[in-house]
């Protein structure tokens, strides 16, 4: 009889050390964001495969995002070369953490289709490139989050903010690297520490 209770006990204790594990995982996942978190924006996001997302679907990764335009012909061809020389330098341990978006400011003209065209043209149709489109208003919200500024010029042509943005997993601005063909290792410093936290 004795047997029996200690194993049931010794079963027990161990049952609920499982449960403590799982409630502990639970609560990190469910962990409230920070107010300073782009998680906290209820938008809704298509990506170059039609695909529907909210942001808060990202959380976990380093998230560096650019605002550009497909027709753009002036600083975001620029943009995207600078998005790609910060890829070629991240390491593949880094790689695995990081997402590379790029979020459109037109979305009338940026379909799902047509940035999809535009990532394989670039050879950007595949992790970690995400791109981004949702309504105006949304666009409009979250350049104010990245501090870009952008004016519709004409009916193709837009003068925009260059500046590309580092996210920790959690979803807050952590750096910013401004200009074009810039220097960029600070930037890669920044995603290397932030990747290297998770």
Not at 126 to 136: T, V
Not at 178 to 194: A, D, P
Request: charged residues 30%; glycine residues 4%; proline residues 4%.
């Amino acid at each position: 009889m004795k047997k029996i209770i200690i194993a049931f006990l010794v079963l027990f204790s161990f049952y609920s050390c499982k449960e403590a594990d799982k409630k502990e995982n639970k609560s990190e996942t469910n962990k409230e964001v920070s107010d300073l978190s782009i998680y906290n924006l209820p938008s809704k996001w298509t990506t170059q495969d039609g695909k529907d997302i909210e942001l808060k679907s990202l959380r976990g990764n380093v998230l560096v995002m650019v605002m550009i335009y497909t027709s753009c012909k002036a600083a975001c061809p620029r943009l995207v070369a600078d998005m790609r020389d910060i890829e070629s330098k991240l390491n593949t341990n880094t790689k695995q953490h990081v997402k590379l978006i790029l979020v459109s400011i037109d979305p009338k003209t940026d379909t799902p289709e047509r940035l999809k065209k535009f990532a394989i043209d670039n050879k950007m149709n595949q992790d970690p490139w995400i791109f981004l489109r949702s309504s105006e208003e949304n666009t409009r919200e979250f350049a104010a989050v990245l501090a870009v500024n952008y004016k519709k010029i004409s009916p193709i042509d837009f003068s925009h903010s260059n500046i590309i943005s580092v996210f920790n997993p959690e979803g807050e601005l952590v750096f910013q690297q401004e200009g074009l063909g810039v220097n960029n290792e600070k930037t890669i410093e920044t995603i290397n520490q932030e990747a290297g936290k998770i």
